[in-house]
């Protein structure tokens, strides 16, 4: 019986019934591994450029010559009529401290300065009373060597409280501060009724005639980079105002934390930049070519970079 079953199913195969459609799990030629065409090439596409101020490095606009500016005596401030952004000439009144405390020390070494010029007075009296008694061999060389001696201190006290008055008085008007040059207030760091201590800043006094904008960049960028070289800059809201500006200086040490060095760029001195803006800038000038490239097309060997 299993070699009929067997001998049936070999018939249907092979013969007529081989050309009839068989089901697609018994048709295995259908499933035959396709050969890979040829390679297809990949194409990067840039669809859009990097705006100009995508290129951009950050900077901020700076004062050339700038001070911080404090008291040279302890007191409490009562006032100061400068603020920040205000533009202030030579001399003007900035800040005052409270006087009451200054006045009661220049009362105090006026007071002593007297009582010390009395007993210079007391002792020179008695040196010439001891003179005339040692003249008639009334009073001992050692009298007159004590009295001698009390009347040179007595001198000494004196020139120490004329010393200490001085002082006093110049503290009295160390309570005015005053702008030394024309400029801006650029910084505050003290507030009226603060107490603050002798040399401590209270604000900040930038002069406006040199601005100057500061960028700070890594060691590699800085290869070849020289003295005088052009940079364009640029507002951040304003891209199209491009100004250019040139390297003046670069720090020698670079800094601790990131390892960058900071460069100063001179602006001409029509340039519409305030103190503080914050800048854009790149490498030379405004008509200088340039061309960006992605960073896959750059090759790094050890000969150097190549595209």
Known sequence: MRVLVLAALLSVTSGPGAALGLPDWLDFGL???ELPGPPRPVVSVILADRDTEAR??????????????????LGRMIARPADLGDKVAQGQLLAQLSTDDLVASTRAARAALDTAEVADRTARATLERTQALAERNVASNAQLEQAQQAASAAQAAVEQARSELAQAED???????????DGVISAIYEAPGAVVGAGAPVLQ??????????????EPALLGLETGAGF??????????????????????ADSATRTRRLYLTLPPDAPFRLGALVRVRFGTRDAPSLSLPAEALVTTGEGSAV
Do not use: C, K, Y
């Open 31 to 33: 499933h035959a591994e």
């Open 56 to 73: 951009g490095i950050p900077g901020i606009v700076e004062a050339r010559s700038q001070v911080q500016l404090g008291f040279q005596a």
């Open 171 to 181: 503290a009295e008007g160390f309570a005015r501060m005053t702008a030394p040059f």
């Open 205 to 218: 006094l930038s002069a406006e005639d040199t601005p100057e904008v500061v960028i700070d960049l890594p």
């Open 232 to 253: 364009t800059v640029w507002h951040r809201n304003d891209p199209d105002m491009q100004i250019p500006a040139t390297l003046d200086r670069i720090d020698p040490i």
